[in-house]
């Protein structure tokens, strides 16, 4: 007898999209976040759009069709650049080094341990060149790839690595990694004019070493000047092609050129964008590759870790940033992963920031199988989606950058730096209002916290794009609570005047410490308030100048006015309310409101102002 067929939730009625939407309208409609007279589609309320204003919406079906995507390992190598994925070794795990007192030491730890090629920042801002054979000394250079990242450097210091692969009798064909050059991403960073003549003539000499790729094309100053995943994308598309052009004058072949060059990207802790940042860079250099008439071939990724969502305040919380950003990488076929420890905004990472950065690429590839999927999110319709239409952003910007003249114009003009500083002041919005939150720095801040204490890197380049870090402002004022506290045995403080009981006020009182501590300032509450001179006396004991009324829209009603009056007679320079500004609200008396989406940096400065604080 033939076992009936097992059709999983078969007892319940097919879902069709139309009901989806008649429950997500029944939910909303409950919340009171439908607008009256809307009459667009329901789940256009809870649609967002991203910085390159891509709408992305909070439902995907088989409706929302892409191009088609081919196979891993074939054009347009949107699946992969491998046909086989990573499955056989896994990414590369890569890991960074900048301490010339301990990377000797630190590249051996790293070796043993899980990582498999080496990111040596040498020059002025790491390693000494002169120093690369007593670093690599017991490395052994044919099995550990190293990339060098030199700055303007990158000819002296790519010449001392190829002296090492020959002192050491490694041949030609065993030479693997990258010299690292890239001087318009050294423009980028410090407006000194890129030299692609000289680049085409330290690149020819690469030529003899056929894994060996001579040139990065970073997109990090793109992403750390506050630009979106499509204009990092187009800066770099037009950065390798600019490079091509170099390299085609100077006689090499094309074919050649391109496998020269290795691309560099950010990973955010959004792990769906960045899934399909890495799958839409490889079709659009697929694009470039086929324009230019070479022979298809997939684009070599190295992925890193945003360094702009890196914070200094509460640094632990970027293990888990750092998680999400690799994950996403991984997902999205990167060739190489590198995974900055927690404490990098802080100064240069101790050995347990780095342990902690490898053994997290650790716990991914062997613990759960990241890479051992093809493609994990082909088929997904959302990312499928996603995918295109920042594809078709990324080019957009690319084409206006060539239509400018290419990249070394655009950089010259401001063109970038412009175009970056609009998606940048984007962001500053949605950082003030926190739309855009930070765990642990504009949420949740903790304000007894003790930091870990680090050696100060060395300073960046400067002169060119800005350098970002989405955390700046709220640490520059939490920096300024530590001074004040240092100064005066005491932070900057808020009383909360909390209406009613526990449960009326908890609400308001939990948003609004929570605001302001993210500014460095401590918030006392009154307790259970149930007049206005226990709120005047609790005000006084607090040692405050600066107040906030909390509690229920009945209690403010009730309390409002007459607590605010007490509090002003107690001495209070300014009264603020815990909700939306209305008639109501206004009748009370009160200075000011501070609510959900409002704007926080504009607030917590202007209290600071008036607690004396004028920086």
């Given amino acids: 007898m033939t076992a009936p067929e097992l059709v999983l939730a078969g007892e319940f009625p097919a879902a069709d999209h139309a009901r989806w939407q008649s429950l997500v309208e029944r939910v909303l409609r409950r919340a009171d976040a439908v607008p009256e007279g809307h009459d667009r589609p329901v789940e256009d309320l809870l649609a967002s759009r991203t910085y390159d204003g891509i709408e992305v919406k909070p439902l995907y079906t088989a409706a929302d069709t892409a191009p088609a995507t081919g196979y891993p390992g074939l054009r347009p190598f949107t699946r992969g650049s491998l046909a086989g994925g990573h499955i056989a070794t896994g990414w590369d795990v890569r890991q960074r080094h900048a301490d010339p007192a301990t990377t000797a030491r630190d590249v051996l730890a790293d070796l043993e341990n899980g990582v498999t090629s080496l990111w040596l920042v040498v020059g002025a801002a790491g390693t000494p060149i002169a120093d690369l054979g007593t670093v690599l000394a017991d490395v052994y250079l044919d099995l550990a790839p190293v990339t060098l990242d030199a700055g303007p450097d990158y000819r002296a210091a790519g010449t001392e690595l190829l002296s090492l692969f020959a002192d050491r009798g490694v041949p030609h064909g065993d030479v693997v990694g990258n010299l690292g050059a890239d001087p318009l991403g050294w423009q980028a960073r410090t407006g000194d004019p890129a030299d692609l003549a000289e680049l085409a003539d330290f690149a020819v000499q690469a030529q003899r070493y056929p894994r060996l790729r001579a040139i990065t094309v970073d997109g990090l100053p793109y992403h750390q000047a506050g630009g979106s995943d499509a204009q990092e994308l187009g800066a770099a598309l037009a950065t390798a092609l600019a490079y091509l052009r170099a390299l085609t004058t100077a006689g090499v072949d094309v074919d050649t050129a391109i496998g020269l060059i290795e691309f560099r990207f950010a990973a955010t802790a959004d792990q769906f964008l960045t899934i399909a940042k890495f799958r839409a860079a490889r079709r659009l250099w ?86 051992g999927v093809i493609d994990p999110a082909g088929g997904s319709w959302y990312v499928e989606a996603l995918t295109e239409e920042l594809a078709k952003a990324a080019w957009a910007w690319f084409t206006e950058v060539e239509r400018a003249g290419g990249l070394p114009s655009a950089l ?204």
Wanted: hydrophobic fraction near 45%; aromatic fraction near 6%.
């Fill in 286 to 371: 697929t694009r470039v590759v086929e324009v230019v008439g070479a022979r298809p071939v997939g684009q070599r990724q190295h992925a890193v870790t945003s360094p702009a969502m890196l914070t200094a305040r509460d640094p632990w919380v970027n293990m888990l940033r750092t998680t999400l950003a690799a994950f996403g990488a991984g997902v999205g076929g990167a060739d190489a992963v590198t995974v900055l420890p927690f404490d990098s905004a802080i100064g240069l990472p101790d050995a347990f920031a780095r342990r902690i950065a490898r053994n997290t690429q650790s716990v991914l590839l062997e613990e759960s199988r990241l890479a």
């Fill in 412 to 615: 010259a003009s401001g063109l970038v730096a412009d175009r970056l500083a609009a998606t940048w002041a984007e962001r500053e919005r949605n950082l003030a209002t926190r739309a855009d939150a930070i765990t642990g720095v504009s949420e949740f801040p903790n304000l007894a916290e003790r930091a870990p204490v680090r050696t100060p890197a060395p300073p960046a380049p400067t002169g060119g794009l800005p350098v970002h870090r989405y955390a700046e402002a709220y640490e520059d004022l939490r920096d300024r609570s530590d001074r004040t506290l240092a100064e005066t045995g005491a932070r900057p403080r808020v009383f909360l005047a909390t209406l009613g009981p526990v449960a009326a006020h908890t609400a308001r009182a939990t948003f609004a410490a929570n605001l302001f501590q993210a500014g460095g300032i401590e918030t006392p509450d009154g307790g259970v308030i149930t007049d206005a001179e226990t709120a005047a006396a609790r005000f006084t004991g607090s040692g405050a100048a600066v107040a906030v009324i909390c509690g229920s829209e009945k209690s403010y009603a009730e309390l409002a006015a007459p607590v605010a009056q007490a509090l002003k007679a107690a001495g209070a320079v300014r009264v603020l309310l815990a909700g939306k500004e209305s008639e109501q609200h206004r009748q009370s008396g009160v200075d000011g409101f501070v609510f959900t989406g409002c704007d926080a940096l504009a607030v917590l400065r202007d209290t600071l102002r008036t607690l004396g604080d004028p920086a």
